[in-house]
Each structure stands twice: as structure tokens, then as C-alpha cells.
């Protein structure tokens, strides 16, 4: 069993809030060992980010899911905006946040990336030596030539660079916001145009707190991350659980591939989808991070 905790932390002069998940017992059970939690592109952490993290909690962890600046129930503005480095800044204040509290063991931070956030925690664990261990779960990992395969080619990323830095342009001038849908099958110009259930199921994704916006200026921070040449500079121990019917598969090989330290890769089965909240997908992947964390935060 846990019990949950509604928390408020600071990022830089913004106030986000988050979820911590503890294990019950835990006035006994002396510090704990922590991990940050987060989920998929312009997810808010009702999605998935609080299903692993009470999942870990029941595992003897604290766990920690939030709200990135702009997102949910967090401060700041502009809203919506798949901003890679101010999300790689609120991951690194979580971690502070965490660190500090009365039932965490600060030398023993974890960090946990679900599809877009393994780029984030991917990125703060490179230069963030308080991360011990890190741990993706059907990670999306790009770089320029896996954007140029998922986005229709050089030329439909360079027009969708382009948009964003327009409508970046329009906001700074006038302080105006393009917005389309995250998900549509109807919308050809929302940022995955197809009929995906999670999203479009308000059983499933398609909750009240997170409002399917995809600001149109994120397009060319997000189309111009490398998070591939990260690897290299991770020397902490790694796992990425991931499936060939996932996203990206071929990302997650060749991260996996540069990374400078120790590194496991689990291959199971189940779609990208069927790792945000379906079984036994779901359990597969929390028992595998359950136990690299059992492993390497000792």
C-alpha cells in the first residue's frame, strides 16, 4: 500500500506540483531511496507518470510525479510548449526537491523516463551526478535522421521547423500562441494526426487535465533535440525496457549502444501505447525498474 502527497516546489521563480507517492510505513522504515518520475510529450502526470510512480511507492520507493512548467496543474507561461531545456531544468528542481525531503536518502535518486521524458531524464542524468541510476521505459529517443524517418522526411521536418519558429516569432512579438491538437484523426495539422485510442479515450488518456494542445512553436526545439548523442555521456547504470511494435525501436538500439556505463536492455512485447496503461505491459516494465533500482541505489 502507499499514501499520496500533494507537494509545490519551486523552478526557477515557478511553482510546480507534484505527487509524491510513499510507501506505507515509511515514519519506520528510515530514508528512502527516490525517484523522479515523468511521461510522454505534453503529458500532464495523471497519464502515466502517477501509475509508475504509486507502483514504485508500493516497492519501497519514494516516488515523485509533477507537472512540467506550463503543463497541468504547474505554474508558468507560455502554456502547453514542448520546451526540451525548460523540461530538463524542472526535472533537475524535482530532483532538489526530492534530495531534501525527511523520508528520502538523498545519495539514493533514481530517475524514471517514459517515451519523450527519457530524452529529459536522459539529459539531466548526463550532467546531474546526483542521479544514481537511470531507468526508460518505451523510450522515444531521436536525433535528426530518426526525426527525418518519423516525420515524412528532410524536407517535411524543415517545413515543420520552420512553422514553429514563425509561430515562436508571432509569440514574442505579440504575445500570440498557435495551437493544434496533440492527437486527431480528423485534424490533418495536429502533431499526430491518426486515431490513437489512448489519447482519444477519456477511459484511458483523454482526461479532463490534459487538454490534447500541442503548442505549434514546440515543432523546432523538439525537431532539433539530439538526444541520441546523450548517451555517451551517461556513465550511471541504465535500463531501457522497450518492444520492436514500440516506437522508435531503432533509437533506443543505438542509445543503448553509446552509453558509458553499465546498461541493460529488456525487449518484451506490446505496442508504445500498451506501456502507459495496459497489462501486462505495464507490470513488466515496473517490476524490471523495481529491480535495476533494487540493484544499483543500494
Known sequence: MTHLTKVAFDSEGTTLTGNLFLPDGTDTAGPLPAVVVAGTWTSVKELMADRYAERLAARGYAALSFDFTGFGESGGEPRDVEDPARKVRDIHHALTFLAAHEAVDGDRLGALGI??????MSDNAAHDPRVRSLALVAPWLHDAAICEDAYGGT???AERIKTGREAR??????GEI???PVVSATDEHAAMPYDIDFYLNPARGN????PNRFAVMSWADWLTYDAIALAPRIDRPT????????AIPDGARRFHAGLAGPKDLLWTQGTQFDFYDTEPQVTIAVD???AHFGRTLR
Request: charged share 20%; with cysteine.
Open 178 to 180: 498557435d495551437y493544434v
Open 239 to 246: 535500463l531501457l525496457v522497450h518492444s520492436e511494435d514500440a
Open 288 to 290: 524490471a525498474v523495481a
Open 207 to 210: 482526461i479532463p487535465a490534459w
Open 169 to 174: 516569432g508571432r509569440y514574442e512579438e505579440i
Open 115 to 120: 517515451c519523450a521524458a527519457a530524452m529529459y
Open 155 to 157: 524536407e517535411a521536418v
